[in-house]
């Protein structure tokens, strides 16, 4: 029996035959069914024009009408739902210059970049799999659909697709299609940047991103890569490292900011164009590593780092040091102990302060209340408003 997912769509494929034309579910979602991985949603090809579907379903939003997908909205759902097509003409490297509507499923599937994702199944399970994807999943290969230097040569993100199958699926490359891949690793330097950080963080997310990262550099795709020309040996020796595994995205990005060293780490990480939020947490995440690979863990630094950032950061000091993995328990348990965990918990606040001091707000105050939360947070006081007044009386700082 189909998993749920693919069971509430059946419904529109139904619809779609009974109008006449055929209707599929493709690409990544028959994948994984196949490999038993979660599935979050389904995309449906079909030999229906668009505006042929727009007539079987009354509600329906053009999304990328042009290449053939119209979203369909069936019983409060909605679904992806793209014409039977052809593609030619790269200039770029990454879009067709044209795409042309077809009624033919193999003609559709054949277009498609791996042999595992080129498959399609219908509404019964039946799969259909004329470029034997389904052997190539049973082998573990990720192999092209037909030539890997057309496929390559048609959209060079493909080649980023490749090793990021290898890090999430732990497959390899077909012989072939890596030997194309190491001919062809310049043309990616025709995507556009947000592409390639798109991919190259699944990479850094997958189970298997040793060989992923290994694959990188074997291939010299690392060198279209944002500021990692010259990274080549922090790239091989992070590859190597025994705990790799793991870790999850943000810790390897955090490991491997470690291993460039001295760069200037919000530059280096706003050419990957990451958002502000991203790019502050892995900064402030890389200062705090380098103070507790030189001092260790204090409250305060505990305190400064948060829960998060403080786990991410014991995490990458294990696989960089080889420590037991008991020291981020020892972490979650030092930093639970703490007297408080945000200025939020304090039980002064600024207006306390200005009524104490008989003076008006200004920069003193963030400056104090800062003096008050690390003497809380290293215990020399208790969290308590009249024990804190009469502490910076005898500190003459009111």
């Keep these: 029996m189909l998993p749920s997912i693919f069971q509430q769509a059946i419904p529109v494929l139904k619809k779609i035959e009974r109008a006449g034309f055929v209707a599929y579910f493709v690409g990544g979602s028959v994948r994984d069914h196949f490999l038993s991985r979660p599935i979050n949603d389904v995309d449906i090809a079909t030999s229906a024009y668009p505006q042929e579907l727009k007539g079987i379903f009354p509600r329906t939003i053009d999304i990328g009408i042009e290449h053939g997908t119209i979203l369909v909205i069936d019983e409060g759902r909605e679904y992806e739902i793209t014409t039977f097509r052809t593609e030619s003409g790269y200039a770029d490297f990454r879009r067709p210059d044209k795409v042309e509507f077809i009624r033919s499923l193999e003609g559709d599937l054949e277009r498609r970049d791996f042999t595992m994702n080129s498959m399609a199944m219908d509404a019964d399970g039946k799969v259909y799999d004329p470029f034997k994807g389904m052997n190539d999943i049973h082998n573990r290969v990720i192999r092209t659909v037909g030539s890997p230097d057309l496929r390559f040569a048609e959209d060079a993100l493909r080649m980023m697709r490749g090793v990021r199958f290898v890090s999430q699926l732990g497959f390899k490359l ?185 003076k008006k707000g200004g920069p003193w105050m963030k400056e104090l209340l800062a003096e008050i939360e690390c003497a809380i947070v290293t215990n020399t006081i208790n969290n308590d408003k009249e024990t804190i007044r009469r502490w910076l009386q005898t500190c003459n700082r009111l």
Excluded at 222 to 227: D, G, K, N
Excluded at 230 to 239: G, N
Aim: hydrophobic share 35%.
């Design 174 to 358: 077909d012989p072939d299609t890596l030997n194309a891949l190491e001919e062809h690793s310049r043309l990616l330097e025709h995507i556009a940047v947000e592409r390639k950080t798109m991919e190259f963080e699944k990479i850094l997310g997958g189970k298997w991103k040793r060989e992923a990262l290994a694959l990188l550099v074997r291939t010299n795709l690392y060198r279209e890569l944002p500021h990692l020309t010259q990274q080549k040996e922090a790239l091989h020796d992070v590859a190597n490292l025994v705990r790799l595994e793991d870790i999850n995205k943000d810790q390897t990005w955090l490991l491997l900011l470690a291993y460039i060293g001295n760069i200037d780490t919000e530059e280096f990480l706003k050419g990957w164009r990451l958002p502000t939020k991203t790019i502050r947490e892995r900064s402030k995440e890389l200062g705090i590593l380098k103070e507790r690979r030189k001092s260790g863990w204090s409250k305060p630094l505990l305190y400064r780092a948060g829960l998060e950032a403080a786990i991410n950061i014991e995490k990458v000091y294990e696989c960089l040091e080889s420590k037991p993995v008991s020291s981020v328990e020892t972490v979650k348990e030092e930093y639970h102990s703490l007297a408080i965990t945000s200025r939020q918990q304090l039980d002064v606040t600024g207006n306390d302060l200005m009524t104490w001091s008989n």
